[in-house]
């Protein structure tokens, strides 16, 4: 199952609540992106499906392998075009929003060259 912009989004707002805490639930995810308790619902569905996700009898959201990869792709994303952005001299409000916009339709072949660009082979 190929994730479209928005479970990118869901994936990579779990890994990020679930680094702040350990036990991640729908209303979590909700309350974090301002959208309503059944948008998440459905979401949540939809990436279970894919196997993006597991729920146990709590309630609690866990990533599968895949989901974490896809969401550590799009996070190490949103976090390098961010700094990227900043470092050129855009807001960091301004790079969080264009980031957020970018980190999901950039090539990999792009986003390497920028990410060697802004950091060598460091990162």
């Known amino acids: 199952m190929s994730l479209q912009e928005s479970g990118e989004m869901y994936l990579e707002t779990i890994y990020v609540l679930s680094k702040r805490n350990n036990a991640v639930r729908a209303i979590?995810?909700?309350?974090?992106?301002?959208?309503?308790k059944p948008s998440i619902s459905r979401a949540v569905g939809i990436l279970k499906q894919g196997g993006y996700v597991v729920t146990d009898e709590h309630g609690f959201l866990t990533l599968t392998d895949s989901g974490r990869e896809v969401a550590e792709k799009i996070y190490e994303r949103h976090t390098i075009l961010s700094s990227f952005l900043v470092h050129i001299g855009v807001s960091p409000e301004t790079a969080a929003e264009d980031a957020c916009k970018v980190e999901h339709i950039l090539s990999d072949e792009t986003?390497?060259?920028i990410k060697k660009f802004a950091y060598g082979d460091n990162k």
């Open 28 to 36: 979590d995810v909700a309350e974090e992106m301002g959208y309503s």
């Open 111 to 113: 986003f390497d060259a």
